[in-house]
């Protein structure tokens, strides 16, 4: 399955908010037709009545991906509207944080071809990454297609088990707040030490987002990049000394926040 069976075969979206919009923006500029592109959502923005999709016009016959992007909540509502679509020739992706693989094998029909992936917000513009994992009705094709579907929000991991998805959500799903909050906690810090509020904001944000860009681009690690800035009896070190403290600095306690939210997933999905 490729590019061209959904652009011969068409593409569905059941919910198209804000994920579905990022996702569908990237697919749209890679050359995928809207006129295949088949759109479900009681509400569509005016973004997606504006892009020559089909919306809300019914399923077509023999579409080759159904994307599915509802909320957790809205699931029970509206995964049954893509029963037709069960058990062969469709591959359903779902962006769906929280529902199983099981349970659009439950829905749909046994033989499904499910993806599940777990993307999160920078996909918005397309700096996500998103782990993906198959069922066992999902071929390798099927995997690659989803792959290459996803890389439109950014980068992409396959997991080797879905267990994996509650740690991932801990990770790089709820990952995005922590940084935010890291930067409001830079922003106190810096007014503590007497800087302008606008300025402490200023400072912190364009730190933390020139770092995590450096950290991207260069070719050393993280902890080279650290040690690169960090001289001997230097102020950097004085400060990491108290972040790098073993029981109180951030490596506990980031250990502690991922193990929360790992710990959550796990709980949430019962
Ligand atoms: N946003 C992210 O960065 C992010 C990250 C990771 C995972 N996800 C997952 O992606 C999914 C979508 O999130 P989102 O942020 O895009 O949510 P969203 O903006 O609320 O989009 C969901 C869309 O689905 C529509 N919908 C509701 N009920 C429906 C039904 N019965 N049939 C068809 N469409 C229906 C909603 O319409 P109404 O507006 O009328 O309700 C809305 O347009 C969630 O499961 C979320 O966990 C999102």
Same mark, same amino acid.
């Given at each position: 399955?490729?590019?061209?069976d ?8 059941? *919910? ?9 923006? *990237? ?40 994307? =599915? ?5 809205f ?31 439950? =829905?749909?029909?046994?033989?499904t ?12 513009i397309g ?19 989803? $792959?290459?579907?996803?890389?439109a ?17 801990g ?7 922590? =940084? ?13 030490e ?22 991207k ?5 993280? $902890? ?6 960090t ?9 990491? $000394? ?12 980031m ?12 709980e949430?999905?019962?």
């Open positions: 399955m490729s590019f061209d959904i652009k011969a075969r068409g593409l569905v979206m059941l *919910g198209c908010g804000k994920m579905g919009q990022a996702m569908l923006e *990237g697919w749209l500029a890679r050359g995928i037709p809207p006129e295949s592109v088949t759109v479900i959502d009681p509400h569509p923005s005016d973004w997606v009545n504006s892009q020559g999709l089909r919306v809300n016009q019914g399923l077509p016959d023999d579409p080759a991906v159904a994307i =599915v992007a509802v909320k957790p909540q699931m029970d509502q509206a995964l049954p509207q893509l029963k037709p679509l069960g058990g062969g020739r469709c591959l359903i992706v779902s962006v769906a944080a929280g529902t199983p693989i099981a349970t659009f094998e439950a =829905v749909l029909g046994a033989g071809r499910v993806i599940r992936a777990m993307p999160n917000t920078p996909a918005a700096r996500g990454i998103t782990a993906i994992i198959g069922n066992d009705a999902a071929g390798s094709g099927d995997t690659d297609l989803a $792959e290459a579907l996803l890389s929000v950014g980068q992409v991991v396959r997991l080797q088990t879905e267990d994996q998805i509650d740690a991932v959500t990770v790089s799903g709820s990952g995005p707040a922590y =940084v935010f909050y890291m930067i409001d906690a830079l922003a106190a810090a810096a007014r503590a007497g800087l302008p509020e606008e300025m402490a904001m200023q400072l912190a944000r364009a730190t933390v987002a020139g770092a995590g860009a450096l950290a681009a260069a070719d050393d690690s993280p $902890e080279q990049l650290r040690i690169n800035v001289s001997p009896n230097g102020t950097t070190q004085a400060g990491l $000394e108290v972040l790098m403290d073993d029981s109180t600095g951030l490596g506990p306690l250990r502690a926040t991922v193990a929360a939210a790992t710990a959550r997933s796990r949430l999905k019962g």
